[in-house]
């Protein structure tokens, strides 16, 4: 049996991974869950999978955890340092899937171990991607990607060498604002902006894919994980979400991978391989889709895009920069304090603000944090002036 864990089991993609582990009985042993504030479902999930430990990263809730698990033998634990714990507990394959800066100390623990992270936490490669690449290999831990652009381009590279890649293009479904006039984004509300027209996904990168602030962290994603120059990587709007990502070869090819926006290939990809086993999802119908199409993502619409460009060019903790001022202002979008389009221009405010600070020193654990603190400070301060 293998052993695995899942943190941020209780959000949209520990929901469907355990979907996945429900579907394989007796090849799964749970060793840790781990989730936020939605105690109830954690402790089902734990005394359903029989995991050895339940914990959530909110500290006032652990009485409350300990009495839903109450009568069984899931322990159960609250805060930072015990999510750090549970990661470091003996598994085959740790899924990262909190949502958040919070998620890269949790998944650095996992990989300190040597593990398999299945990591569809992108945050932390954004802001820690050389770290973590480099913990990785001195682990001897194998970080294979959840997300599904860059599921879809690690498939494409099955078989291939690196040096034969061109380019990368992420397709990106527009979000729910694709078609809105431009003058209206000032005045969208949360609720609109919260409903994404093909995936189902958390709130927060639902948000991130009207703004596009979820294709801009793709991009640095994609840079960090496959070691590609910023201008290999492009971004395509594609409505129908069907083609997920493309790579060009130098040979003029282009592999495309295709399939229906559900998160359970792409997690199930990162479960099995390096097999390719049956999966729950939807077989494409093309006739009846009848048509792909593609376009340039507007600028003016989408300068989440731009500002990834710049982080791309600084290098450094711009990464961390960049998403700790995001993840800010999507908070003061979320509580009504900014508007939606006020949001780029705060992530464009504070990587100003870094430029005039030095950013020296190699990254680590401790400095990402202490960019990330400041940055959100500096994005609490423009929102209070
Ligand atoms: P979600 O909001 O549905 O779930 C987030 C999980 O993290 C929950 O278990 C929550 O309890 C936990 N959490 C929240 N704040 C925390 C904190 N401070 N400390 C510890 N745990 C905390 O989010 P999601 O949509 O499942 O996304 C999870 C990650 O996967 C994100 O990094 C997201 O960008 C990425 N991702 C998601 C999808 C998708 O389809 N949902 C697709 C690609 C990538
Ligand atoms: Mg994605």
Redesign the pocket.
């Known amino acids: 049996m293998r052993r695995i864990s899942i ?10 991974t355990l979907d996945l582990i429900r579907r394989a009985p007796g090849e799964f042993e749970v060793v840790a869950l ?5 105690i109830a479902q954690l402790a089902a999930d734990a005394r359903e999978m029989r995991a050895e430990i339940a914990v959530t ?1 909110d500290p006032a809730r652990l009485g409350e955890l300990r009495s839903a698990l109450a009568g069984s033998d899931v322990r159960a634990a609250a805060g ?1 340092a015990a ?1 750090i714990e549970a990661a470091r507990l003996p598994a085959d394959w740790i899924m990262s ?4 800066a ?2 890269l100390a ?1 998944g650095m623990a996992a990989l300190e171990q040597g593990t398999t992270l299945a990591l ?4 932390s490669l954004v802001a820690a991607g050389p770290l973590m690449l480099e913990t990785a290999a001195r682990h001897g831990a194998r970080i294979l990607p ?3 652009e860059h599921s879809a381009i690690f498939q494409a590279l099955v078989g291939e060498d690196a040096s034969a890649i061109d380019r990368v293009v992420i397709t990106a479904s527009g979000g729910a604002f694709r078609d809105r006039p431009l003058s209206d984004l000032a005045h969208v509300t949360v609720a609109e902006a919260s409903r994404h027209p093909n ?8 948000i ?1 894919s009207a703004s596009m602030f ?1 294709k801009a ?1 793709e991009i640095i994603e994609a840079k960090e994980f496959f070691g590609l120059e910023p201008a290999q990587i492009e971004v395509l709007v594609h409505p129908q979400s069907t083609v997920h990502a493309l790579v060009g070869f130098v040979d003029g090819a282009m592999m495309a991978h295709v399939g229906p926006p559900d ?1 359970r290939h ?1 997690i199930g990809y990162a479960l099995n391989w390096p097999e390719r086993r049956a999966l729950p999802v939807e077989r494409l119908d093309l006739a009846a889709l009848g048509r792909l199409d593609f376009s340039h993502p507007d600028p003016a619409r989408y300068p989440a895009l731009g500002l990834a460009r710049q982080v791309m060019a600084a290098g450094g903790h711009a990464g961390a920069v960049f998403n700790a001022a995001k993840e800010r202002a999507l908070d003061h979008f979320i509580a009504g304090r900014a508007g939606f389009a006020q949001m780029s221009d705060l992530v464009a405010r504070a990587l100003e603000e870094m430029d005039k600070r030095a950013d020296s020193g190699p990254i680590s654990l401790e400095s990402v944090a202490r960019w990330d603190h400041l940055t959100r400070q500096h994005v609490d301060r423009l929102i209070a002036a």
């Open positions: 943190l941020g089991a209780t959000g949209s993609i520990g929901q469907n781990t989730g936020g504030r939605n990263a930072e999510l899937a909190i949502v958040g919070a998620g949790p569809a936490n992108k945050e959840v997300d599904s995936w189902d996904m958390g709130q927060r990168i639902t991130d979820n962290l998160m792409a």
